[in-house]
């Protein structure tokens, strides 16, 4: 084997090690305190990171932080609604005083209103523009003075950003907005060494659904464990790699083809 063959081989090898590996890597996630976005936390606290659980529901995001401490995982809880500038801003200050700088965010809060376009409420439509899509553009702005080279912002999208169905207007001009910004950061952030990436999920077995749609057959359905792989995939790739997009279906998905 040649010198430079060597090197390669060696350099994947080194990358191969690292996989899952977050040791010691700063990550914020919002709506982390359960559901998918509490699945990312259970899986990135085992792959070594420190975590940040931002969510509406403080109490639940202490609970959430308490649980992953009881397990080693140095975790904190941030009270957030992420479509609050002023918030966003304390969020990261507290980030800034206690961990000096995000590795990762996880743009993972959103909420939906399951209703037709003539019942819509003005109100509900800018609640879930805010969350779902002025949110993560106020997360990422404010987490990149607290970002390095090497460090990532992953989008959680929907198959609700490939196609429409009816009574999710809102949902659905949120989801394909959040990935045409997914895609726009990626290509605006890459000479500064930062990487974008959107995780496009199926449907989960997670409250998110079943709040909304209790007789929803589960078989339908994915454990959100198997997106919060991809999200762990996508954050352990070498450096000289990123994953701008990815799709993870269930088998017997209804909403994508």
Do not use: C
């Not at 961990?99 to 809060?109: E, K, P, S």
């Not at 899509?133 to 390095?148: K, S, V």
């Not at 449907?203 to 792989?229: C, E, I, K, N, Y």
Request: proline content about 6%; charged content about 20%; hydrophobic content about 50%.
């Amino acid at each position: 084997m040649s010198s430079a063959a060597s090197s390669v081989h060696e350099s994947f090898a080194a990358a191969d090690a690292q996989l899952g590996n977050l040791r010691g890597k700063t990550v914020l996630i919002t709506g982390g305190s359960r559901g998918l976005g509490g699945a990312i936390a259970d899986l990135l606290g085992e792959a070594g990171a420190q975590l940040v659980i931002a969510d509406l529901a403080f109490e639940r995001a202490e609970d959430k932080a308490a649980t992953l401490a009881e397990r080693d995982v140095p975790a904190i809880a941030v009270g957030l609604d992420v479509g609050d500038e002023v918030q966003v801003q304390r969020a990261m200050q507290v980030v800034r005083e206690r961990f000096g700088r995000i590795d990762a965010l996880v743009n993972n809060a959103a909420v939906d209103v399951t209703a037709p376009m003539a019942e819509l409420s003005a109100s509900d439509w800018r609640r879930i523009v805010d969350t779902n899509l002025t949110g993560p553009f106020l997360m990422a702005q404010a987490a990149l003075p607290l970002m390095e080279r090497g460090a990532h912002i992953v989008n959680i999208a929907s198959t609700a950003s490939k196609r429409a169905w009816p009574n999710a207007a809102a949902y659905h001009a949120t989801k394909w907005g959040l990935l045409g910004l997914s895609h726009a950061l990626h290509a605006e952030l890459r000479p500064q060494g930062i990487k974008v990436s959107a995780v496009v999920a199926g449907g989960m077995r997670t409250p998110f659904l079943f709040d909304r749609f209790p007789d929803l057959d589960p078989g339908l359905l994915q454990d959100p464990a198997s997106v919060a792989r991809a999200v762990r995939f996508v954050l352990t790739q070498p450096p000289e790699t990123v994953i701008p997009e990815v799709m993870v279906l269930p088998m017997r998905e209804t909403s994508w083809p």
